[in-house]
């Protein structure tokens, strides 16, 4: 009788926070494999002490595109604190998580930050998004830029 190899199903995720660093997500995640940038239209990124998405006609958030397996989607699910703080939305053909408390915004850790810089440049994504996230973060809160960050 042959051995047949049972092909995983998969989805794809997109991430635009911490899973966007690669060493990080092949640790939460093995099996994921990196496709390549992706934009989610009508989005911009805000901080709420971690990353989040929320809705804004006509901006874009640049991310990197994983194809996960169920076992990733559950590492994931728990890393992301799936439903209570991070919730799934769908676009098109692809995954991603957003908070389900949007009434505040908090700038990051400088370590947390540090994470997403790195995912940036794993990615080959411009930091522009990033650094105007981090900087509306700011507002209020001290006189830090995103350089005393980087």
Same mark, same amino acid.
């Given at each position: !009788? *042959?051995n047949?190899?049972q092909k995983?199903?998969?989805?794809?995720?997109?991430a635009? &926070?911490? =899973?966007m =660093?690669?060493?990080? !997500? %092949?640790?939460r995640?093995?099996?994921? %494999?990196y496709?390549?940038k /992706?934009?989610?239209?009508d989005?911009? #990124?805000?901080?709420r002490?971690v *990353?989040? @998405?929320?809705?804004?006609?006509?901006k874009? $958030?640049?991310? *990197? #595109?994983?194809?996960i397996?169920k076992?990733?989607e559950?590492a994931l699910d728990?890393?992301?604190g799936f439903?209570n703080l991070? +919730? %799934?939305r769908? $676009?098109?053909?692809?995954?991603f998580?957003? !908070? $389900?408390d /949007?009434?505040y @915004?908090h700038p990051?850790? !400088?370590?947390?930050l540090?994470t997403?810089?790195? &995912?940036y440049k794993?990615? %080959? +994504?411009?930091?522009?998004c990033?650094?105007a *996230?981090? =900087?509306?973060s #700011?507002?209020g809160v001290? /006189?830090y830029t +995103?350089k005393?960050y980087i």
């Amino acid at each position: !009788m *042959a051995n047949r190899e049972q092909k995983e199903e998969v989805k794809l995720y997109f991430a635009y &926070g911490s =899973n966007m =660093n690669h060493e990080h !997500m %092949k640790h939460r995640c093995p099996k994921a %494999k990196y496709i390549g940038k /992706k934009t989610l239209p009508d989005y911009e #990124l805000v901080f709420r002490s971690v *990353a989040d @998405v929320q809705e804004a006609p006509g901006k874009t $958030v640049e991310g *990197a #595109l994983f194809e996960i397996t169920k076992d990733c989607e559950e590492a994931l699910d728990r890393y992301e604190g799936f439903p209570n703080l991070y +919730i %799934k939305r769908y $676009v098109d053909d692809f995954m991603f998580y957003t !908070m $389900v408390d /949007k009434d505040y @915004v908090h700038p990051p850790s !400088m370590p947390y930050l540090s994470t997403i810089a790195q &995912g940036y440049k794993d990615c %080959k +994504i411009s930091t522009d998004c990033l650094a105007a *996230a981090v =900087n509306e973060s #700011l507002q209020g809160v001290d /006189k830090y830029t +995103i350089k005393d960050y980087i």
